[in-house]
């Protein structure tokens, strides 16, 4: 048969072209920069290991809560109440913190007050039905409101005290070595426990029968029921678990201020790019982690750029991270595709 | 089929359901049904669309409880209240949509919601090894490690028979089986029915579908209305006896048409090409010509770009490349609303979600396409009287029964939708009236009564394209048959010159230098 030219292969060429002309205007970029004194100051912000170091410890709190997203999304529940629980976490793991003097104290406080979003999150959506966006915006709110009352009525004295934090944990031999011991070697233990939980997330989702329910639960939840699954206990599970680890994030969220100290709306919508990182990431730990990690790089770039002084507005800066977040969504993001069954409520026999 | 009749003497009852009742709001699904099935035998549960076969069976397999009566599995009584404890009896069940999970592998659906030896682990390597000699012997020819949304829907039935008997089931319950199978695939299924009856598997057959009934079941039990009609042996019945059950009174099975020469083309679509919402080639050069006082019969395995070709042929979605010509005028970017006011109407594949508005009245959904014009509405007011007096008119003339127009088209059973449809379509006598799956889940009166307005239609000189899934319903009907395959037409052929098994070869692919020939005899529709 004959194909007209360019009708099945559209995308392939012309890909590679688009490719091949970013390419080559970045680099172009790159020497033109070199030429003057902004871009060489800014080159050599991106090429110091604190950059690297920093946009790891901002991409740790999304990273949890995305991982935690993950966990709901697959079971067909959408979590867009990461952002309550990222704040009613930070909320709880600085208070925690504070008052047990150790940030484990805080880290637990934190995984139980998410657990409890988690349940409330289910409660509506699971038992009642709810609508899951619905809800999520509720929960968000009220985390919103909740925490800055909270924070008021135990701080009175004013802002900034210093909860304790996590240590900085040299890993022996590796954080000698030059660039990546700084980058990569020498963090808190919250955020090595954060990327080892992405190998374990993806050996249980992918190597064991709690993955396999997880995932059919959330891709065709009747035919998990043929089978025998309880659906709505493996989605309340899925979404108490998702709201512990997402609980989580809020403790890596104070610990990234560096100074271990909580604000009103401290997580400044950090939930809300979470919930994007797991689509970025195609409803996978790794690519989640590309994703937490996206941001991460933009938000320490914005950071040092303000640090630089660039004669740009702040405010402007501060958006950076959400632009390329942004940006990402947009051109990486056109046929993704998630569990099929996300944000529709299962219904047994009869209750329909 | 050959050799003696089934008898039962000598045999084992591998299920005994006595006096089943079960109860949904507003309906008795199961009016006190009472059915044996024994062991080794294949037995067919034949009924029209909302008989209670399915529900029968789903109460059966654990998914629906029961508001009464007894399941005795090998004699003893059981309280089955969950798929698992069907399971654990060794009964299975393969649904008419089936229960599988397109985006995981063969072997992950198949030990979903098992234990292996070492849970939680997987262990996809060890269920493979003891799955491989079921899919062998089954002619299952793809690696386990293949996404089910990969296969092809026989491959997935085998997929979903192998997941049942991996999972310890002698009783084999198979609901509407070859609804969704090429005529190749049917005979294929029917081959492994013969080998699991062979390997002492008992199997209940749930078929809406005469001759498939005759030709696999070794009894036949009929519902009516939530009733068991009768239990026949097969071999001593025949297909008016069972159609005189299903019904309740002695139906016309055929389609009458008397032989007309067809018109001038009508509607032409050329070198079209067009992608779906997703983007993917729907349409790859295909051209199609419907002639006035012809009804054209479209034959395909669903997905092949029928749904595109419509969207196109409406106006509901641009081409690529190509031209549609309406009476010799080039209509290609002619918008929606002008092609059904030139006369080009359209029946769509879905009542519910495209034909009919269903929170609105009948009387609204006929005028759906007109409302806002003359007589109907007079300088943005709408004529009330005008509009009750035409659905008045309509309502009688297509026998759409009703308590009255001002009802809720929602509240109307299938068939009496689907009539508004076609009143819709048909009373304005359309140059030309595409048509999908005209009568999908009606009962055979409701489907007879539009399979003979349609061929009035032909007979006042419109120009039909009928897609259908039922085979045997586009041959019944079709003065011509296009076979459609990857968005391109394989073969247009006189339905005089043609038959069942050349096109369900092109359906699936075939070359038609290489397609069975023979003629279609004037077969009556069985539904």
Redesign the interface.
Known sequence: ????PG??AAGRPRARLVWAGAGLAGALGLLLAWQTELGRGILTILAAPEFVRAALIAATPLLLAALGGLISELSGVLNMALESMMLLGAFAAYTASDYGHTPWAGLAAAGVVGLLVGLLHAYFTITLRANQIVSAVALNLFALAATALGFRLIYTRGVFITAPGFAELRLPVLSDLPYLGKALFSHNILIYLALLLIPVMWFILY????G??L??VG??P????????NVNRVRYLAVLLSGAVAGMSGSALVSATNINAFQENLSAGRGFIAFAAVIFGRWNPIGVFFGAFLFGLGDAFQIRLQAYGVGVPYQLLLMLPYVITLIALVVFMR?ARGP?ASGTPFAE??EA | MTGPAFSTTGREAALELRQIVKKFPGVLANDRVDLTIYTGEVHALLGENGAGKSTLMKVVYGLYHRDGGEILVRGQPYDIRSPQAAMALGIGMVHQHFMLIPNISIIENIVLGLRSDRYPLLRLDEAGRRVRALAEDFGLNAALSTKVGKLTVGQQQKVEIIKALYRGARLLILDEPTAVLLPQETEELFKLIEKLRAGGVTIVFISHKLNEVLKISDRVTVMRRGRVVRTLTTRQTSPAELAEAMVGQAVDLAVVKQPRPAGAPRLVIEDAYARDDLGSPKLNGLRLALRAGEIHGLAGVDGNGQQTLVEALMGLRGLERGRILFADQDITSQPTAERIRAGVVHIPENRHTEGLVLGLSVTDNLLLDVFEDPPYAQRGWRQFKVMDAHAATLTQAFDIRTPSPAVEVRKLSGGNQQKVILARSLWRNPAVLIAMQPTRGLDVGAAAFIHKRLVEARDQGCALLIVSSELDEIIALSDVISVIYEGRIVETRPTSETNLNRIGFLMAGGQPDQAPTGRTDAAPLLT
């Open positions: 048969m004959t194909r007209p009708f099945y190597r064991t029968a709690w396999l329910t995932r059919s891709e065709h009747e035919a998990a029921s043929t089978v025998g699954i046929h099929a026999e009869g």
